[in-house]
C-alpha cells in the first residue's frame, strides 16, 4: 500500500521560507515521478511541480519558477519542495502524489496522493 507524508508546513511571512516534505513508503521510490499540487480556498487544485527519476526532470508552475525548487533523495524515499519568496498568493494546502514512470505525466496519472500539509503566508 502506497503511502505518501507531507510534512514541513506552517505559518510564514510574506517573503519567507519553508521546505516541504514527502515521504513515501510501500513503492519502489525511485521508479516513481513525485509531484507537488496546492489547492487554496475556494479554488481548484493546480499543479505547482513535479520531479522524474531520469535526469533530474523536473517540472514547474510559471506562478512558482525561480522561487521553488523540487529535489529528491532516492536514499530516504524523500521528495522536498523548497519554497522561496513566499506571498499570500502561496497559500493552500500542498499535496504530493505518486506516478509510475520516470517523467512527470497529466494530473490524471498520480494515483496516489498524501493528505495535505498547510502553508499559510501573512501578508
Known amino acids: 500500500q502506497v503511502r505518501l507524508v507531507e510534512s514541513g508546513g506552517g505559518l510564514v511571512q510574506a517573503g519567507g521560507s519553508l521546505r516541504l516534505s514527502c515521504a513515501a513508503s510501500?513503492?519502489?521510490?525511485?521508479?516513481?515521478?513525485i509531484g507537488w499540487f496546492r489547492q487554496a480556498p475556494g479554488k481548484e487544485r493546480e499543479g505547482v511541480s513535479c520531479?522524474?527519476?531520469?535526469?533530474?526532470?523536473?517540472v514547474y508552475a510559471d506562478s512558482v519558477k525561480g522561487r521553488f525548487t523540487i529535489s529528491r533523495d532516492d536514499a530516504k524515499n524523500t521528495v522536498y519542495l523548497q519554497m522561496n519568496s513566499l506571498s499570500a498568493e502561496d497559500t493552500a494546502i500542498y499535496y504530493c502524489?505518486?506516478?509510475?514512470?520516470?517523467?512527470?505525466?497529466?494530473?490524471?496519472?498520480?494515483?496516489?496522493w498524501g493528505q495535505g500539509t498547510q502553508v499559510t503566508v501573512s501578508s
Open positions: 510501500g513503492l519502489t521510490f525511485n521508479k516513481y515521478a
Open positions: 520531479i522524474g527519476t531520469v535526469d533530474g526532470s523536473t
Open positions: 502524489a505518486a506516478a509510475p514512470g520516470p517523467y512527470c505525466p497529466r494530473r490524471a496519472d498520480f494515483g496516489s
